[in-house]
């Protein structure tokens, strides 16, 4: 059973850049069937698909149109863990964000991140 | 991007009683390969979200039965057979078509 564990600030500055990582057990970020996604929850939004990464032969990546040109997925293949890097943040960027597996073919996000709650807020 | 909306937006229920949401696509959500890609996912409070349907009509693991997902094209709908105590949350609908992946703005089941 994949577990996916988040860490990182709660609070962000306005302006500066939003950083979270997942660490993944039970699987491998190079899955070649399967992907990983970032999603964020705020009230104003509701749920809100951020972007994925997902490995077939080569890493391909897909982002949000609203957050394309400032958020980053890095995968690390090395620690097993997945990043999210996010630029130029304003409070309505405040939300809890969560990491999730995304299986192929349609499945669905299958699990998901505990959540992190990041403020943006000087 | 596929634009994704829900009704109603709140939705009390009576425990045993069923109940039903509807979910509309901005356009087909149906893959070359014959799958229609939509998902169901509830939050439950202080929780992270969990799928419930995919693919339009398959429940995920551990689902329990009384959660059921119809619909083709554009339309689409969960339905809840019997309603119990701990299906409230925020059921959100999900395309899965194509990227960026676009969520519902969620409809918020509680007990009346």
């Known amino acids: 059973q994949v577990q996916l564990q988040q860490s990182g600030p709660g609070l962000v500055k306005p302006s500066q850049t939003l950083s979270l990582t997942c660490a993944i057990s039970?699987?491998?970020?190079?899955?070649?069937?399967?992907?990983w996604a970032w999603v964020r929850k705020s009230p104003s939004r509701g749920l809100d698909w951020l972007g994925r990464?997902?490995?077939?032969?080569?890493?391909?990546?897909d982002y949000a149109t609203h957050v394309e040109g400032r958020m980053t997925i890095i995968p690390d293949t090395s620690r097993n863990q997945l990043s999210l890097q996010l630029n130029s943040v304003t409070p309505e960027d405040t939300a809890v964000y969560y990491c999730?597996?995304?299986?192929?073919?349609?499945?669905?996000?299958?699990?998901w991140g505990q959540g992190t709650l990041v403020t943006v807020s000087s | 991007d596929i634009v994704m909306t829900q009704s109603p937006l709140s939705l009390p229920v009576t425990p045993g009683e069923p109940a039903s949401i509807s979910c509309r696509a901005s356009?087909?959500?149906?893959?070359?390969?014959?799958?229609?890609?939509l998902d169901w996912y509830l939050q439950k409070p202080g929780q992270s979200p969990q799928l419930l349907v995919y693919?339009?009509?398959n429940r995920a693991s551990g689902v329990p039965d009384r959660f059921s997902g119809s619909g083709s094209g554009t339309d689409f709908t969960l339905r809840i057979s019997r309603v119990e105590a701990e299906d409230v949350g925020l059921y959100y609908c999900?395309?899965?078509?194509?990227?960026?992946?676009?969520f519902g703005p969620g409809t918020r089941v509680d007990i009346k």
């Open positions: 999730a597996k995304t299986r192929a073919l349609g499945q669905g996000i299958v699990s």
């Open positions: 039970g699987d491998s970020v190079s899955n070649n069937n399967d992907g």
């Open positions: 990464a997902y490995y077939r032969s080569e890493w391909r990546y």
């Open positions: 356009q087909s959500l149906l893959n070359r390969n014959g799958n229609t890609y």
């Open positions: 693919l339009g009509f």
């Open positions: 999900m395309q899965a078509l194509q990227a960026p992946f676009t």
